[in-house]
């Protein structure tokens, strides 16, 4: 089979099986460390190993768009930018297969551990 074959193995009469994995690190992100701390998810508030739980960062106006005409015409200086407002969230895995953060991949998906960078149009 084409699973990745982790070395924990099962001895049965004289014969070595390997047992099947899914991913090569058990969907965590722990190597070596033996407990982690425990997150809630910012959807359904489930206890979430911090290092098993999807994080996305949620970026955000700090002003919504109907005051920000307001505040751009009061502004002194013309060409200010108002501040973005970077908010964490953290999601336990259904919530965010859910939701469609991440998605389900194939078996030779799912080895591709690269990020694709979303390319935005209105950036110069």
Same mark, same amino acid.
């Given at each position: 089979? +084409?699973?990745? =074959?982790?070395? +924990? #193995?099962? #001895?049965?009469?004289?014969?070595?099986? %390997?047992? %099947?994995?899914?991913?090569?690190?058990? !969907?965590?992100?722990?190597?070596?460390? !033996?407990?982690? #701390?425990?997150?809630?998810?910012?959807?359904?508030?489930? =206890?979430?190993?911090?290092?098993?739980?999807?994080?996305?960062?949620? *970026?955000?106006?700090?002003?919504?768009? %109907? !005051?920000?005409?307001?505040?751009?015409?009061?502004?002194?200086?013309?060409?200010?930018?108002?501040?973005?407002?970077?908010?964490?969230? #953290?999601?336990? *895995? +259904?919530?965010?297969?859910?939701?469609?953060?991440?998605?389900?991949? +194939?078996?030779? !998906?799912?080895?591709?551990? *690269?990020?694709?960078?979303?390319?935005?149009?209105?950036?110069?």
């Amino acid at each position: 089979s +084409s699973f990745y =074959c982790h070395c +924990s #193995q099962k #001895q049965t009469s004289n014969k070595k099986i %390997a047992m %099947a994995v899914k991913r090569r690190n058990h !969907g965590r992100n722990k190597h070596g460390r !033996g407990h982690t #701390q425990v997150i809630r998810c910012d959807n359904c508030a489930r =206890c979430v190993p911090k290092d098993k739980a999807i994080k996305r960062f949620h *970026v955000r106006n700090i002003v919504e768009s %109907a !005051g920000l005409r307001d505040i751009m015409d009061a502004s002194v200086i013309t060409d200010y930018k108002l501040p973005k407002l970077y908010i964490k969230m #953290q999601y336990c *895995v +259904s919530c965010a297969i859910h939701s469609h953060i991440v998605r389900v991949r +194939s078996r030779e !998906g799912r080895r591709i551990r *690269v990020f694709k960078r979303r390319r935005f149009n209105n950036r110069k």
